[in-house]
């Protein structure tokens, strides 16, 4: 998978992390974890954003281990929400694949990079 699908991914993610946002403002009035959610669930793209236009290899690697670590607090507080009952079980199951998926791939990435 080449770093353009990521982008393409990370960007169709943030989209959903914003509609959810929207949603949990709106219907449970929820703005603390939701905006936390938010932030991390947006910055995963905008960091790989950044990262294609990297001035070196070291800043794209450093980008793409952000993004890393945005995803992955990112599914903290996606569990944290289902836990605690702000999103449901079919909301969670609809949005997990594609945290999951992004992680694996972030991951892979990172690992390569960071080995060259």
Aim: aromatic share 10%; glycine share 2%; net charge positive.
């Amino acid at each position: 998978m080449n770093s353009n699908a990521i982008e393409i991914k990370s960007f169709d993610f943030a989209i959903r992390i914003v509609k959810l946002y929207e949603h949990l403002t709106k219907t449970k009035k929820e703005f603390v974890l939701s905006k936390q959610l938010l932030r991390s669930g947006t910055s995963i793209g905008a960091n790989v954003s950044e990262a294609q236009h990297g001035q070196s290899k070291a800043d794209f690697n450093a980008k793409m281990n952000i993004a890393l670590k945005e995803a992955e607090e990112t599914y903290y507080w996606l569990r944290l929400m289902h836990k605690t009952e702000y999103i449901t079980d079919i909301e969670f199951n609809s949005i997990y694949p594609d945290i999951k998926e992004i992680i694996r791939i972030l991951t892979a990435i990172c690992k390569a990079t960071n080995h060259k």
